[in-house]
């Protein structure tokens, strides 16, 4: 149960998470995956909750059950999560941590038979969702993104960063294990620099972030 003295700085506040993978159809029974649990996704959708937020989840196919107090949308594809994201808006902030598919599959015939010629498969760039909200009208005053990295982490991230025109980028290192575990290391990359949060349960990167976005968002208007 919601502890009743817990601080709510992020109350009157709207905040969007996307989290988990997508899932690009390749016919009408197979499609391409990532191996995004959602975890941390849903990890700060819960903490942002806690927090006092009003909380609009576009997750993605994920095994995971809805964090107290937050508004679940759950999608398959990348077009999918595009079009809730876009229903969702305006927003205060918006924490991007999904692991949106770059390419989806050009057709959907049929169900392809083992009896046909092995299939070629097509792929065409999704939109990104991110970089689409960053230039859009309705741009939260708070945009983070997620970036999971399997080498020259924190170079990629600092770049990720002033490309995709977010405000923050967490980079995550995820050349060990952290697809589907409970820890997770992690680097914030703002204008002000580079903080490392190492070997952190997801849940205290959830609450350290949280903490950041309300501090954050103090002093702007509501
Ligand atoms: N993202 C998105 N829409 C996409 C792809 C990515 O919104 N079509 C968001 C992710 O949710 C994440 C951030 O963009 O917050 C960075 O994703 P990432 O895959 O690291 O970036 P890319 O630009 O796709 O670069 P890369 O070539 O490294 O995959
Ligand atoms: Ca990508």
């Not at 967490?170 to 050349?175: E, F, L, P, W």
Request: aromatic share 4%.
């Amino acid at each position: 149960a919601a502890n009743p003295a817990a601080p709510r700085p992020l109350s009157g506040r709207h905040v969007l998470v996307t989290a988990g993978p997508t899932h690009e159809p390749i016919d009408p029974v197979r499609y391409i995956a990532n191996r995004s649990s959602g975890r941390q996704g849903f990890a700060i959708a819960a903490a942002l909750a806690r927090r006092g937020a009003r909380v609009t989840l576009v997750a993605g196919p994920v095994n995971l059950s809805t964090p107290a107090g937050v508004d679940r949308v759950d999608v398959q594809s990348a077009l999918d999560m595009a079009a809730a994201v876009d229903a969702a808006l305006p927003v205060d902030a918006a924490v991007m941590v999904a692991a949106v598919a770059d390419w989806r599959v050009a057709t959907l015939p049929q169900k392809l038979k083992k009896g046909d010629a092995p299939p070629a498969l097509t792929l065409v760039e999704n939109p990104d969702i991110l970089a689409g909200l960053a230039s859009s009208s309705q741009r939260p005053a708070l945009l983070i993104g997620f970036a999971a990295e399997t080498e020259n982490v924190l170079e990629h991230a600092i770049a990720k960063r002033v490309r995709k025109r977010c405000d923050w980028l967490v980079a995550n290192d995820v050349s060990t294990d952290v697809f589907g575990g409970d820890y997770n290391s992690v680097h914030l990359v703002t204008d002000a620099g580079v903080e490392s949060w190492t070997r952190l349960p997801k849940d205290a990167v959830a609450a350290r972030l949280v903490d950041r976005i309300a501090e954050s968002l103090t002093g702007i208007p509501a």
